[in-house]
T-cell receptor
């Protein structure tokens, strides 16, 4: 199956600093990547959808200036949490979808656990 | 009302039991119905998907969709300790980008 690599798998940072999370599709071209946030015992909440070469589309309530998304190539998207605060601590997961493929063929990264202290 | 409702459990069963996991939904436009398995601190992996109504079987796993009741199920036969994980249902409309997830049901299979 397709492989999506997310890095780092965990990160601890100080309040006020920025953290970058990378999401790579290793063996396919992903025109669309999705970024989710998951709190303990809760569902995956879509934060934003990014299309290669375009600006990301953010879900309602997600601050685009705080969660910067870049999707500069067909295999790489990055999420930068700027000026992180303890309430940003969460599990962040990316998902990448094949060019011309449907919703059943979105593959997930292994997730990044962010802890802001 | 949430788009997708799923009993979060937790659910504990003995090895060999039949497990039934369920989700309900409210959006009649959903056409793709998926089940993901997520191990602790990992991303979800797709187990099975069904398009529109009906059943689909893959080994010990069977997915059922009843669109008239807006109800989907995942059955696991002869459950194994390695099946212990959180199971998430997800749904999407035709041509849509977004997946709508349930909260996930945490399953523990006891040896």
């Amino acid at each position: 199956g397709a492989v999506v690599s997310q890095h780092p798998s965990w990160v601890i940072c100080k309040s006020g600093t920025s953290v970058k999370i990378e999401c790579r599709s290793l063996d396919f071209q992903a025109t669309t990547m999705f970024w989710y946030r998951q709190f303990p015992k809760q569902s995956l909440m879509l934060m934003a959808t990014s299309n290669e070469g375009s600006k990301a589309t953010y879900e309602q309530g997600v601050e685009k200036d705080k969660f910067l998304i870049n999707h500069a190539s067909l295999t790489l998207s990055t999420l930068t949490v700027t000026s992180a605060h303890p309430e940003d601590s969460s599990f962040y997961i990316c998902s990448a979808r094949h060019l011309f493929r449907g919703p059943t063929e979105a593959f997930f990264g292994q997730g990044t656990r962010l802890t802001v202290v | 009302q949430k788009e997708v409702e799923q009993d979060p459990g937790p659910l504990s069963v003995p090895e060999g039991a039949i497990v039934s996991l369920n989700c309900t939904y409210s959006n009649s436009a959903f056409q793709y119905f998926m089940w993901y398995r997520q191990y602790s601190r990992k991303g979800p992996e797709l187990l099975m998907y069904t398009y529109s109504s009906g059943n689909k079987e893959d080994g010990r796993f069977t997915a059922q969709v009843d669109k008239s009741s807006k109800y989907i199920s995942l059955f696991i036969r002869d459950s194994q300790p390695s099946d212990s994980a959180t199971y998430l249902c997800a749904m999407s409309g035709t041509g849509a980008n977004n997946l709508f997830f349930g909260t996930g049901t945490r399953l523990t299979v006891i040896p």
